[in-house]
């Protein structure tokens, strides 16, 4: 016959204000494989503690229930008392008296002390039968995998090979700077992309522990924590990346000139083929195989003849690379809602109807127009701006009801670098609320307000339409209650920030999840804000959700901090509640496999019979639920534990 | 008095004594953290319904509920994460369609199927997880006790 | 031919029958009957927000069980307002079991409505069922040189879910006018507000947003106006009066329904154009642009 030891706890009153203590003592006493019940004020107490551990030692327990608050609070205590005196920790199990019987069912004593007794009998039915575990150690692999080349991307790649870990930055275009290589300047202090961000991409580029995949994307994943095995496709460049110089004279001779430019995000045209820009990392060339004439019709061919280092070649270079990976970093960054929506603002419409991130390209000196501002209609400056916020952003009934975030700072250095450059130029920004809550933001606004004399008008704009050259804005002051229409020469829609495209499939890949707007979800969202409900997996930067250059890269640092600390031993240790399969019973159908979402059960081709991946396996017990023969079982969450609880419930007790 | 008889006692006989015994199968991450919330809360509810803490409601098999109504139980609960946010990805998914079997096996035992309950309750949803259990248990008190019981 | 259940609804039973003639001539000419029930009633003009007031539904309920007793699973309208408010309803029914229950419990008289009912505006059936291609191939005297300025109104892309096209950008009758060889102008306006039931109260409001859309029109060199709905066109039309007395230079343009440009592209008989709602005569400039011979036609 078992020992257990039940041990319950008043919680100063909390329980013993509600539950008979002494009934429930009495009651328990009477099961037979009960050696000992006991109570106490606070058994999480140093000295309840003590009384636990004294009471294993003195009368021999092989089994603890401990009656008291929910097991997320005190459940690794007591299982790290019990370890400390020899009891091996998963024949503890937690009662729990107080969250689910006495705080509510305070007007019901004496069925909330029922409920209470047959819990702790229910869980003496469980631990009785409960086996002794082991934590399960698996060797890991000291290498990071970062999804995304974005500026979240660099400095978690950066941190990671510092601490001396292998990284492999996989960037799905030719170069590595994400959206703020496209940023004119950045706020709060106009410091520019090229100026903070080319430093970072070329350390990134010349560090010994980083492997830059650009022009790459994830094909697959598997495995698990410390021991991933990833498949990165290396798109066909058709160019020799060893012996392509950057030297660009290919994209001087190519004849196909009139291709929207990624990087200048349409403001401007590259060649079929390409260096994004000029400070890409790395510098090497690639060629577009949806517009180039020798790949698309087996015409031109002039690049091949030009090339000074014969690197071109038209052949499709894909490559698949396999990768072993410890932990990943998810930085795949932001975009901006698409320009097919918007119709009432003219977007895609009227040119001079531009989107924040296009009207960065007008700005930057490293711009189309090297930062002259000028009207991409007819190229004149303009004079008057309307600067709208919150397109697409704070609108649940049409488009995304979240703030982006990012916008109203945005915008007013936009205007700022606006009247920089157009000294007589007037800029108007339409407001609902002005959100500037970071460090140096607010004072940035009120210098945009008050010294560049930007024109704040709080309201929504219901309409913009072009009329004899002039843009129409309609509009409302909701200050003066007013109905506004302003004739300028250029709008800027600060359009809502959305999640990368592609990162629903990439998810899947990693199986991580994304919330109804694609923003990848994280484990918690104050908690654990960096980690994934994936043991391994973390994000970084924007595509957890829109941020801003200092919170993606303090996110990004976060990101790195944890994997270094995941790989900084040899082996992770993971808790052992895991599935096993009775071999006798198991007959090979291979029903298990269907079920598992992490593929760690499957049929052993050898000895036709299920085994389980200990490295693998989540614990979540569905193939036990789903095994037809009765062989698989979730350790320590038997059929018969289970059976035994819900007789315990429907008829008292055990009969045994 | 043992057990048995002081609880069949309680259970024989309908009306307004009669206080049923509901099994509830919960989540680990989700509803057993509601179930906790709305103890924290002080939220009160009947305490008909005794709790049994699973890691994924795709952990549940048919032979759980059955069990318990088989036993005698008058009604069987079971919650679980809300779609698309299983902590193991598809488990809720997977017991959902199981568990969907359970009514046609009722229906054969001429169990009334309303004595077994499928819910969708999140961590952060103690409120919820009150009103279902309160309904569900003022849904069984009208049904009156098993037939099952006692045989 | 194909028949579909035809609502007309009040309008085009009166000012608005030039309207239902044009239309159900084009349809017969694209194999499709628009065929009127017997015990139509009114559609309930708008549409109640209310969500507890359930008895403003029993006007579009009772036509949609008309529909079901007529066998069919889908009904058209070619009143922009009918559309909307049928709609609506019917969308509501379908989406609410305990609302359609309270309403067949209350309509006890009646058979009970099974929901899944259809609604459709003409220009839908046109676009997704004739589509514009076939609509193209039937047109045997070309709009060319006829510059039109289609105007969408409200009920016909709102509220969204409703909407048959986008409700900012719609593109439906545009795409009719390029099939029938007109010339198409894109007005911002197009979806601008015409003033709707303030017509009745407040004339002169309504001829001032009137004067705005039809300005724009004109000036972006607009011969004539087409609409879908016989309010639009009333106060585009018939409130020309009133604009041109708190606008004395308001030169005039003519608006019709795209019937009738469908009926004149076809080369109906002209009393099937249903140009007799028109206050501003749209003759001339029809005569001048589209009536008149070509010269390369050997006239």
Known sequence: MPRIGVFVCHCGLNIAATVDIAKVIDRVSQHPAVAHAEDYIFMCSDPGQLLVQGKIQELGLDGLVMANCSPTLHERTFRNAAALVGLNPYLVEIANIREAVSWPHMKEPERATEKAIEIILATVEKVRQNTELHTIKVPVTHSVMIIGGGVAGIQAALDCADAGLEVHLVERTSSIGGMMASLSETFPTLDCPQCILTPKMTQAGKHPNIRIHAYSEIEEVSGFVGNFQAKVRHKATYIDWSKCTGCGVCMTVCPTKKIPSEYNHGMANRTAAYIPFPQAVPNRAVIDDKNCLWLLKGKCGICAKKCPAEAIHYEDNTEIEELEIGAIIVATGMEVLPVEHFGEYGLGKIPDVVTGIQFERLLAPSGPTAGKVQRPSDGTEPKEIAFLQCIGSRDPANYKPYCSKVCCMYTGKQAMLYKHAVHDGQAFVFYIDIRSDGKGYEEFIQRAMEEEKVLYIRGKVSKVFEDEGKIVVWGTDTLTGKWIELRVDMVVLATAAVASSGVNELASKLRITTDEHGWLKEAHLKLQPVETLTAGIYLAGAAQFVKDISDTVAQASGAAAKAIALLSKDHLERVPIIACVDQDLCVGCGYCETFCAYGAIAVDPVTGKAEVNEGLCEGCGGCAAHCPSGAATLTNYGKKQVFDMITTFTNGQVVQ | MTDKDRKGEGKAAAGDDFEPVIVGFFCNWCTASAADLAGTSRMQYPPNVRPIRVMCTGSVDTSFVLRALLEGADGVMVGGCHPGDCHYVTGNYRARRRLTGVIKILEALALDPERFRFEWISASEGAKFVKVVTEFTEDIKRMGPSPLKGL | ?299
């Open chain 3, 1 to 299: 031919m194909e028949t579909i259940p035809y609502f007309p609804g009040c309008t085009c039973k009166a000012d608005a029958l030039p309207f239902e003639v044009s239309a159900k001539a084009v349809m017969r000419e694209l194999d499709i009957e628009m065929r009127e029930w017997e015990r139509w009633t009114c559609c309930g003009t708008v549409y109640s927000m209310t969500t507890d007031d359930l008895i403003h539904q029993l006007g579009p309920a009772r036509n949609l069980i008309r529909v079901q007793e007529e066998g069919s699973d889908r009904v058209v309208t070619i009143c922009s307002m009918c559309y909307s408010t049928l709609k609506l309803s019917a969308m509501m029914f379908d989406a609410d079991e305990e609302k359609l229950q309270k309403l067949n419990d209350f309509l006890y008289d009646e058979v009970d409505y099974e929901g899944g009912i259809r609604v459709m505006h003409i220009l839908e059936l046109l676009r997704d069922d004739v589509g514009f291609e076939a609509v193209k191939e039937r047109v045997v005297r070309p709009l060319e040189g006829l510059r039109v300025a289609p105007y969408y109104g409200c009920t016909l892309v709102r509220p969204t879910e409703a909407g048959i096209d986008d409700r900012e950008e719609p593109r439906v009758m545009h795409d009719l006018l390029e099939a029938l060889g007109a010339e198409v102008v894109d007005s911002p306006f197009k979806v601008e507000c015409c003033g709707s039931y303030e017509t009745v109260d407040r004339p002169e409001m309504v001829a001032e947003k009137c004067h705005r859309i039809l300005s724009d029109a004109i000036k972006r060199g607009a011969d004539l106006v087409v609409t879908s709905c016989p309010l639009c066109e009333f106060n585009l039309d018939d409130r020309q009066d009133v604009i041109s007395s708190i606008a004395p230079r308001f030169p005039g343009i003519p608006v019709l329904y795209f019937t009738s440009l469908m009926a004149i592209a076809f080369d109906l008989p002209e009393e099937e154009w249903g140009l007799e709602s028109a206050t501003v005569d749209p003759l001339p400039v029809l005569q001048e642009k589209v009536l008149a011979p070509k010269d390369e036609g050997g006239g």
